[in-house]
Nanobody, 120 residues
Framework: QVHLVESGGGLVQAGGSLRLSCAAS?????MGWFRQAPGKEREFVVA????????YYADSVKGRFTISRDNTNNAVHLQMNALKPEDTAVYYC????????????????WGQGTQVTVSS
């Protein structure tokens, strides 16, 4: 069992920035983020492998979001810049044993989620 704890969500104006963090209870392979906006299905945001060699972003966040990994602390961070109202969602930290599975939505463990709200 892997426990994931997110932090860093909040309210920000459009164009602003937020940094999300996620700490895992154990060393895991692929880590990443999904999000779910009100009335919509959960969607993939970003995934990173253990070596930080493979990183995949959803087209909607490319160039604005940056993921990084700290394996010493079993943590991953998501720097979100140039935020838009459509980025408003609950963001979930995720992990999978294969990064390809994560990109396809096959997730082994989910965090409890953290709310990100972007006002216009």
């Amino acid at each position: 069992q892997v426990h994931l704890v997110e932090s860093g969500g909040g309210l920000v104006q459009a164009g602003g920035s937020l940094r999300l963090s996620c700490a895992a209870s154990h060393s895991v392979y692929a880590m990443g983020w999904f999000r779910q906006a009100p009335g919509k299905e959960r969607e993939f945001v970003v995934a990173i492998d253990y070596e930080s060699e493979k990183i995949y972003y959803a087209d909607s966040v490319k160039g604005r979001f940056t993921i990084s990994r700290d394996n010493t602390n079993n943590a991953v961070h998501l720097q979100m810049n140039a935020l838009k109202p459509e980025d408003t969602a609950v963001y979930y930290c995720t992990t999978s044993f294969q990064i390809a599975r994560m990109v396809n939505g096959d997730i082994d463990y989910w965090g409890q989620g953290t709310q990100v709200t972007v006002s216009s």
